[in-house]
């Protein structure tokens, strides 16, 4: 959306609603963030110290782009609060070097086999790619945080965000 309010501005065109989603958008990891850490408190755990997996890397479903993807955000907030985090995304099975997040180049995405036996205390899911069922996924984890609607109302450790 910003792109969109830098244009109309230049022809004098009001953007505000443009705008307030931007900051919207802008605000989610943070919601996200704590949606978690209420769902860790309600199990009696905290964020610092907990084994977190985000689900979905790439910036939309369905793709390998991880260009832009808030889910970096994401990750380097939950990390300055303590949080161990790991990621599994089929699409992006690598994270490539880029000039905004460089320092998470290299790192790989889990397998289905090692998150099943790693005991993680949170999932969150970021992209809800077509191909990851979610629903088996919370299985694995103490807490389940569905940012994208993707799991289904009868899991038991659910929390939307």
């Known amino acids: 959306p910003f792109y969109l309010t830098w244009k109309a501005k230049e022809f004098g065109i009001s953007t505000k609603f443009i705008e307030l989603a931007g900051e919207i958008n802008t605000s989610m990891p943070q919601y996200v963030v704590q949606r978690t850490m209420e769902g860790l408190n309600d199990q009696g755990k905290a964020l610092k ?36 985090i790991d990621y599994y995304d089929p699409f992006c099975p690598e994270v490539a070097s880029t000039r905004e997040h460089g320092h998470f180049a290299g790192i790989c995405s889990k397998t289905l ?11 969150i899911i970021a992209t809800a790619h077509d191909n990851v069922d979610h629903d088996e996924l919370a299985q694995y984890v103490g807490v389940m945080v569905d940012a994208r609607g993707a799991c289904s109302e009868s899991i038991q450790n659910l929390v939307r965000a």
């Open 113 to 123: 086999e090692e998150i099943k036996t790693a005991n993680y205390d949170v999932a």
């Open 49 to 84: 110290g907990a084994k977190v997996l985000l689900i979905g890397l790439a910036y939309k479903k369905n793709v390998d782009d991880v260009r832009e993807s808030p889910t970096f955000t994401l990750w380097n907030e939950l990390e300055s609060r303590g949080g161990l």
